[in-house]
């Protein structure tokens, strides 16, 4: 059995441990170098001439997109798979353009990662169904699905981010504390989120923050 030769990078010493972990588990796929940043996937590819870079997208030293684009340039016939955590425009455009043959999340069930890997060595384009959602509302037009919150519900949120309870955030802004939560519950809902760690996470992710 010709086996799929893959270079893991990911700046995340565990997660980057449990995708080995996992690709180990696959009879046909082994993995060939683990690196923890950009500019190393790229000398990676070059060294070890792998079948696909399985790039993680924000790294130290080199971004995973603009590691894609210059591995897509020094290193023909090396495909890349881009598996992050990421789902804003910026970024899966980012690496569309860059040259990545596919955008999976982190979050994906394992077998649809694995199946990701070796649909994109055929030569396929795979994408996570919300990420080609997100493309698909591009192509007809549509502006980018960003969330639009007030600029005192920033204000919340930012304090929140801080460290801030509800009632130190009312202090700080001269309102009631069940504003702060009114406030706090329209982000909930426009961040599509349950909590207030989570609604952080999203606004960074979106870099609303």
């Known amino acids: 059995m010709t086996r799929i030769r893959i270079v893991v990078a990911d700046d995340h010493p565990i997660v980057r441990s449990g995708i080995v972990a996992l690709l180990g588990r696959a009879d046909d796929l082994e993995v060939v170098a683990e690196v923890a940043d950009g500019a190393a996937a790229v000398a990676a590819a ?45 970024d899966i455009l980012g690496a569309i353009e860059a040259g990545a043959g596919g955008y999976l999340l982190k979050a994906a069930p394992e077998q ?9 060595v055929a030569g396929q384009t795979v994408l996570a ?16 699905t960003r969330p639009q919150l007030s600029a005192r519900e920033l204000e919340v949120l930012a304090l929140v981010a801080a460290g801030n309870s509800n ?26 989120v349950a909590d207030r760690t989570r609604a952080v996470t999203r606004a960074q992710e979106l870099r609303l923050l």
């Open 46 to 90: 070059e060294e070890y001439r792998p079948d696909l870079v399985l790039m993680d997208l924000r790294m130290p030293v080199l971004g995973g997109a603009e590691a894609t684009a210059r591995i897509v340039q020094r290193v023909p016939g090396v495909r890349v798979l881009v598996l992050t955590t990421y789902e804003t425009d910026d």
């Open 112 to 120: 649809e990662i694995l199946a990701g890997i070796r649909s994109v």
């Open 129 to 144: 169904p919300t990420i080609a959602a997100t493309l698909v509302g591009r192509m007809q037009g549509g502006t980018p």
């Open 167 to 192: 009632r130190s955030i009312a202090a700080a802004l001269f309102i009631s504390e069940s504003t702060v939560k009114t406030h706090l519950l329209h982000v909930f809902e426009k961040l599509d």
